[in-house]
């Protein structure tokens, strides 16, 4: 089991590294930032829906976002300062998703957490299950191996 | 005929309260031995006929509130708010469904429906019949009590009946709308029915496997009407709601889809089960978690607890459903420790590598995806609760979180076919996995050099990143399939010296279970390929005069006219637009914006064309108050076909796994092959 172990930490380092130098590397420009930024936004008339998708007849507040957005923008605000400028304006039921403060950091660490715990849980629950196995001695007769028979015959079956 | 479908809604109340009680008193006394005036097995039985006769009541009902729809009667409150005279005859029939009222009376029905079927097919397995016949009855009890007095269909209008209705809301006047929610609402009433089997089973601790097969073939059918719903949901969400997207991440969109994941969970650990009696806490855990999850879905929609666009059928009908919920998680963890004894498992896992450790893995992913799903939807309400102040949970949250999570489970369905049962050697891991791996690596190097660029996760947003990862992830699991169909495929052709095409057809039919969900599995392929394009999307939005054209990908869009029209129903604004690719004329598109008269609300008719490649998908967006000029946006979605195209594939592989499998050298493939042979050996002498 050591080595079938030792192999798939091998199969999933490499991705990690690979991806952490992903990460290191690009620029930002203008427009992807007005984009990407008007997806972190929700239109805040009551229509639900992302700032940047908002597409109802004559919305009143779409385009007074969209202009605010495209002005904090042009005045070189970073992202976090938009999102401080429009929440304070607004509230926080303006930002698409909750930032990474306080509380709400939460609704991003429980999900994650609970894959992690529940992904630990299994190996662990299969390790002990295994162990467990291997004290009891097999104990062999013909009905124990008819039995086995039908076994392998229904978990075989093609 | 208000009157009458009033009358007709309280008698199948009494009945399945009738079916309720004395099917209870019946299996009480079953289990206990003891007997009353009338023998338990004559109680059960006229248990049994009243819930067949609560489906015919309730019939009644419904086919009275859409003849008040049809003969536009506006005396029925319902009917006056959710249709008027010029209403289509479609749609006059989807006012059914398209308020609360009607929607909780389509449920009812479809409960009875269900619980037709069990009572009709009780001679499968009589007692597990009555028990889950009796279950049955208790959820139509609750919904019947809904109809007959938190909101009652038939409720008549005070004062003066006006001379027309308010009509039908403008969102739900498309074809689609007349499928999908029966579709969805077949799919979360559909989980009723294992629910139901589940825990019938484990109250009268059912000797034996048979309940597991039961259950698992009901969750397939409410699994199939689900998908079918959710996906007919997403297609109309793209044609009508004209934000050139599917999938919104709402409230009610995710009530729709942690169900749908729990099931998925249990569909792949019932194996376990069936295989090596492995998994039966988790498994009946699985099946309560999926009914009361299409509960609290439900209750989402229908109570406003969180904010969502479909706002169409919120009202204060929590104060029923909260108690339901508690009743029923009560009676699942009563029932659980009475008898969970009964599930010990038959076996242990026994190696990390093996077939049953993915499925665990599988069920664990899946269900901290149900979680994601949920504590996202729940997130606004514990916000408000622990900050006092509401935060939104919306795409960017599951974009980051759901994703890679789906990403995950993914790898997992092509890892997980390739596995033994019990234990797998590294000899075995590398020979099956070198193919796919391969096929992915090659993927990912190809996807790049047609210029998608995984490190501009920080760029933009991290959509291309994981669109890299789904495209080569997709090889792999098609690689993975299809190898498990050629290894079959060539041993039934050794066999019988048939070709590969047909050995192919011939091992699915002897296994339609296995091979009609690795069908589901590709099929579930091409839908995450078609996710992944969302990843590349483009708009333009531009006003257009005559003869003034835009550009958006390889497309020119050129404005021919614009005009308007108007017939009873709706005034329409449309433009008519030439489609150039790269010089050449393809097609003609008119976008347009309907104003429906009765409801007094616009909607939006979207233009598109769909090729394989990607959607060029129109929105006419309004017209500029100033120049008179309509204002087009125009989107440009890659692979949106694949997710439709996706979801057949689906549908078919399910369907496949529905048929049971032919037994090798059983007498109808020997006859069918005899058949076959004496036809060659009668050609071969005619020659």
Known sequence: ?158 | MPTFGTYALLLALVLSAYNLLAGAVALRQIATRKRGRLSPERLAETARRAGIACFVAVTCGAFALVWAAFTNDFSVAYILHHSNRALPAPYKFAALWSGQEGSLLLWSWLLAGYGLVVRLRHKVDVKLSAYASTILAGIQVFFLLLVNFAAPPFALVQGAVPHDGFGLNPLLQYPEMVIHPPMLYLGYVGLSAPFAFALGALMMRYPGEKWIHITRRWTMVGWLFLTCGIFLGAHWAYQVLGWGGYWGWDPVENASLMPWLAATAFLHSVMMQEKRGMMKKWNVWLIFSAFLLALLGDMLTRTGLVSSVHAFAQSSIGNWFWPFLVICVAVCLFTYFLNRDHLKADHKLEALVSRESSFLFNNVVLMAACFTVLWGTLFPVLSEYVQGNKVTVSAPFYDRVAVPIGVFLLFLTGVGPLLAWRSTSMRSIRKNLVAPTVAAVLTGIVVIAIGVHPWSIFTSTPGTFYAWMTFMLAAFVTTAIGSEFFRGARVIQKQTGKNLFASVVRLTRRNTRRYGGYLVHFGVVVIFIGLAGSAFNQSVEKELDFHQSMNIGPYRLECLDYSEDTNPNYDTEYALLNVYRDGKFVTQLDPAKRFYQASQQASTIVAERSTPEWDLYVVYAGKDPQTGQPIIRAHLNPLVMWIWVGVLIVIWGTLIALVPSMQPGSANEAAKSLGKRELVTAGKAES
Not at chain 1, 70 to 99: C, N, R, S, W
Not at chain 1, 106 to 130: D, F
Request: proline share 6%.
């Open chain 1, 1 to 158: 089991m050591k080595p079938v172990m030792t192999r798939l930490m091998q199969f999933a380092v490499a991705p990690t590294i690979a991806i952490a130098l992903l990460l290191s590397m690009g620029a930002t420009s203008p427009n992807v930032r007005y984009h990407r930024i008007g997806h972190e936004l929700m239109c805040v008339c009551g229509c639900n829906e992302i700032l940047a998708e908002c597409n109802h007849d004559s919305c009143p507040d779409s385009p007074v976002e969209l202009a605010e957005l495209k002005a904090d923008l042009a005045k070189g605000m970073t992202d976090h300062q938009i999102f401080a400028a429009f929440q304070a304006e607004y509230g926080a039921t303006v930002l698409a998703a909750p930032m990474l403060t306080r509380f709400n950091m939460v609704a991003w660490i429980v999900p994650p957490l609970l894959l992690v715990l529940g992904i630990v849980g299994v190996m662990g629950l299969v390790r002990k299950w295994r162990l467990r196995a291997a004290a009891v001695p097999a104990a062999a007769n013909v009905e124990h191996f008819d039995h086995l028979r039908s076994r392998i015959r229904k978990e075989t079956e093609l």
